[in-house]
């Protein structure tokens, strides 16, 4: 109990100074940048939307990042899955959560009476739990804006035989649909509207929205715009291609929804058998860890989870 403790306050020590030196450590790039806009404009009033037109500029490039968003970012583009998620956090906010929750399921494990074996797997998991719920987030909002995507290639194909130009369509897509795909079209033709050219703004759309039907539908207004051909057309059969795509997934999954649920029983059995036995008879687990043969069945068996997890996803997870 005193061990974990003491191991539960040096973990705290640590996080807390990790976070002193990425707050001492933060970029100063933006006050210098405003004090250069101030010195060029003059002095006097409009100093905060001068700071505020600094911070935007900042943000936009990059730069104003802390120590802690410059590690994370070399490994994980975080900021990325926020937008894509459209969770609005920093990434030394969402770090503090995780890390205060694996902490906390640290500390709950040694009231508790969990074997000190077992702590800091409990913690790593719980501290993994925001990374699970924002990829989950990132997953339903990217779902929904492929669903709406169909649709919102022929509301843009009827714009174009009325008459319209394609950012016309772009526009009347953003204000008629719903979110995410409104929110999205709508900032490619604020994009185009302030001056960036549209193939730019469309290659921002599939950095944000990584799609492979967007893409497709990127890559012919591109071309049509280079070398010409009927745009509406073209839009047509996209969206009628993905409408067939989306069908043919839906019988996939009602066909592997018998293997997919075999496969959840088959991996989640192990875990659950192992706390309902460790529950009854904890010294009857305990050779697992303090015998040599034990340990090394114990890591095997870990093992042949994860292999037992990839051939299962692999015979389930048909791409159409």
Known sequence: MLTILIIGAVFVGVTLL?????????DKSIS????????????????????ELTQILAKERGAGKGFLESV?????????????????????KFVAISAALGFVAFLA??????????????????????MAWLMFMRKRRLGKFAAQLPEALELVSRALRAGHSLAAGFRLVSTEMAEPIGREFGRVF??????????EALDALTERVPNLDLKFFVTAV???????????????????????RFKIWGQVQALTGEGRLSGIVLLALPPLLFLAVYRMNPD???????????????????ILQFVGALVIRKIINIRV
């Open 18 to 26: 990790v976070v002193a030196i990425a707050a001492l450590m933060r």
């Open 222 to 244: 591109i071309l049509q715009r280079q070398t010409g051909g009927d745009l509406a057309e073209i839009l047509d059969k996209i969206g009628t291609l993905v409408r067939e």
């Open 284 to 302: 009857y687990l305990m050779v697992l860890f303090t015998d040599e043969l034990g340990k090394k069945m114990l890591i095997g068996g870990i």
């Open 109 to 130: 494990c040694a009231y508790v009476g969990v074997h000190y074996a077992f702590a800091p797997v409990v913690g790593f998991g719980f501290a993994l739990l925001p």
């Open 32 to 51: 210098q940048m405003e004090g250069r806009l101030n010195t060029l404009t003059g002095k006097g009033g409009g100093e905060g939307t001068l700071a």
């Open 72 to 92: 994370v970012s070399r490994w994980f583009n975080l900021p990325r899955v926020f937008s894509q998620a459209d969770v609005h956090m920093s990434v030394t």
């Open 190 to 199: 604020e994009e185009q509207n302030l001056g960036l050219p549209f193939e």
